[in-house]
Each structure stands twice: as C-alpha cells, then as structure tokens.
C-alpha cells in the first residue's frame, strides 16, 4: 500500500511498516525546505496511526543516504530568528525524526553527512554498507549542528569519538563508525536496505506498546538521573502487564504458539 | 512572519489587541470544560501564535464568572478512545507548554483539574479574590497527568502541594497567593484592566530578549545551576546581536522609548 504525495521525500506503507524515502538522488537526498515540511507531514501520521508499528527510513541513489540541508537555500528558513524557531513550524527534518514515537531503523549507504547524519542518529537503530561515509562537517563553514549533532552523535559515540567528528570535521568511514558503536551492523551494499526492513519488521511484529514504550525507555535513559529512570521502568513495566497484549504473550507462551498482538 | 488565523469551535475565542493575543476558554455552561475538539483546536492556536510576529504576549481566560476551567469534561473522556490512545493524547495543558511566548492567565471562578494545570503552564497568574484552586482528580481515582504533579510543587512546598493532590480539597485565591500560586489577586472590576496592563508592558519589551527570558526560566527548572548559568550567559550574548539590543541602547543614550522590532 502506498499513500502521501509523491515527491522528493516519500511515505509508503508495506504491512505494519512506514517506509520514509529521500527522494532527491541527483543531489544525494540533500534537504530542501519542501522536503522538510512534508517530512514533519508525516510524522503526524505515523504517530497517529496505530496499524504502523515502525518505521523505516533511507535514501534512494547511488550516492547515498543524505547530504544534510540544501545549503543553497538555508535563507527560505528566514531571518536568524525565525531559523531559530524552526523546530515550533515544523520545519527541522530531523527533529521530524527524534519526534517519531514508533521504533525506527536507518539504512544508511554513501553519504551520511550533516542533518543526514542527524537524522540518522535521531533513528533507533543505524544499518550501514561497508562504503558509508559519516561527516559532521559543519564547523568547517562556521558553526556547528543545531538538530541533535552534537547532543545525540555524542549519546551514540562518547566525548571523545564525537569531538572527533565535531571539530575535526572529517569523513569518518563505516568500519570506524562500527567500532565506534554509531552504526550496529555493517552489511553489504546490496543487502542492506533488506536488513533494515527485516529489523523493522522483526519489531513491528511485537507488542506495538511495549515496544514503544521500550524505545521511550532507552531515550529516559540518556535523559533522566539513573535511580529516577529505575523508577519509571518500573511502573512502565506495570503498566505494560495491564495490557491485553501481555496477557496474549502469556497464554501463547504457556500454550507454545506464537502471540497474536493487537495493540492493546 | 504573520499566519493566516486557524478555524476555531465556538468553545475557543482569540482575539488580538495590539500585540496581545487573548486566548478564552468559551464553555460557561459547562465550566469552561475541555474537550478533545478543544484540545485540537488549542494545537493550531499554539502554532499560529508561536508563529505570528505580531503576537507578543498571550492572555489565557475563560468566559464568566464561575470558572476559568474545571478541566477535563468527564463524560466525554471516552472520546479518547483506549487507555493506550488516552496515554498518547494531544492534551490541552501540555500544549499550552510549547508557547514560546510571555502566557498570562486570568483567573476567576473554579480553577481546577486540567483547569488548574492550564493555569500552571502559564507563566503569571493573576485572579480575583473568589477564584478557587484544586487537584481533585484523586477522588475520582487517578492524579492529574499534564502538570498537575509536576508544577504544583513548584509553586507552594511539597507538603502544601501534596495536601492539594492527595486530599483533592481545593484553596482559596487568598492561600494561592500566600504560596506563590496566584502572582497577584484582583478585585473583579479591577482583574480585565490589570492584566491587560501587565500584558502590554511585556509586549513593549523586546520580543527577542522577553522570548529568551522566559525560555532561560524554564531552563532553570530543569537543568543545574551550572549549566543554567553558562547557558543564559551564552543566549544573553546572542540578545546583544539582536537588532532590538541596538535600538534599546540608543534609546537609553537618547533618552527615549525604544521601538523594539523583534528583530
């Protein structure tokens, strides 16, 4: 099934899974202030729909994955303050990403670079191909990322990796990015836009809540003190034993066939 | 950057008055109770207001005399379909938190449930002497969750707050004053022209500058003190690349009013 406008970032969805595609190959996918606008489009609807269970996200072409923002047209964004507040007009296409509430898998390939990069790490999980290049290159024209790369690139990598990438502004290649932990598998070329889909669909094939609720799990533990996080889990975790989905995955496991999820 | 103005229910009023945005809460036969069409409409209000330039403060009220809000309508709760879609619900106090800009609210009457939690996102409350404030969700078996837990404690001691959460009993506008709940009580003739006093006085300050001020406040709340202190030193330090922070120095040199542009 496919649905949204066709265009430079597109939106289909095949069974439980939303695939969102950067669709400007010429340019290696790089952002446009359309593209981002219906990127946040839709974001609502992946939210809001409960037959969408995850999501995966990449870009077409040879090149790669995304070159970040159009930096020929950073000026439709408008004055310094209005660029500022871009987050409140739905207009940061990688905030589109963090926003996403249902688990999200990157298959990245060829340039992974600015606001690609950002997006990239503002998704769960990252699949790369061997020939993936990772730039924060940013600081090279005089500022740095104001979309996450230096908050969630520093989450995903350490201190010391991240600044690496930050002030250095150099290409940092798949293998390195593996050992890094910023990519958790490198896959071949050919394969691995399927990887990330079968990731995707491995998840969409859970208990819809308990799955979101691990992934807003993992992001309260990158942002809550330790022993308050404990505490959350906890009654999350109760929470989720409320639901019928937890009952299903009971009786199936008691009755040795796998559960029927429902999302409830 | 001016947006055009979103379609709003009849339960939902706006007006704008010079740079005040009045935002009211339009359901006096019922409280001024909250709907789940009232909470999505108060979405496309927030993104206008967020957005239009020409919008530099917001008042939030409700129509009459008997309440500024009791909160959530009960009997309509259903209509947020599961407990999993409640949870995920766009919900109309928290949405109220993403106002960038200076929110004041003018309380009268019943400020209670969501009612109150609407309230404690705005940044200055002003009543009148008969407003009355509660957390009463308790007694019907659950805690507020869109603030109700979160900012109380913020306004009045942990103790006082949760004597307010954990009996449901509700306070007089003159004990939520005493706390730091309520900013100011006004006598009822007096509360329509204090606000809108307060609320012009802000919106002739520097947008830039009052946006940022209210944005480092927040910051304090959630962050420690050290990083709280070298983030305001940098936003101060973007302040004086403002075209406004220009104006403002020359009017002062001047000795004039400054016309602050937002810019």
Redesign the interface.
Known sequence: MVVGNPGNVRFERHGNTAHLILDRPEKINAMTVVMDKQMNSYIYEI??N?DIRSVVLYGKGEKGFCAGSDLTELDEY?????YR?RF???LDYARAIWLI?KPTVASLHGWCIGGGLEMACASDIRVASPDTKFQAGEIRWGWHGGSGQTQLLTHAVGPGNASLFLLNGEVVEADAALRMGLVQEVVPREQVLDRAIAIAESIAAKAP?AAQMTKHMVRMAQSMPLEVALLYENDSFSYCMT?EDAAEGQKAFQEKRPPNFQ?? | ?NLPLPELPEELRFEVAGAVATITLNRPAKLNTMTPAMGKALVELV?YV??TSDVRVVVLTGTGTKAFSAGSDIKVLDDYG?N??LR?RVDYARVLW?I?KPMIAKIRGYCIGGGLEMALMCDIRYSTPDARFGAGEIKLGWHGGAGNTQLLPRHMSTGKALEMLLTGDMISATEAEKTGLVDRICEETELDAKVADLAHRIASNAP?ASELAKHLVRISMSTSPDVGLMYENDTFSYCF??EDSKEGRAAFVEKRAPQFK??
């Open positions: 939210n809001n409960m408008g004055n310094n303050w209005e507040n409140d007009r739905g509430k809540i639901t999302g409830r | 950057m993104y967020n957005n599961s999993w879609e995920n993403q960038r830039i690349t403002t937002g810019r």
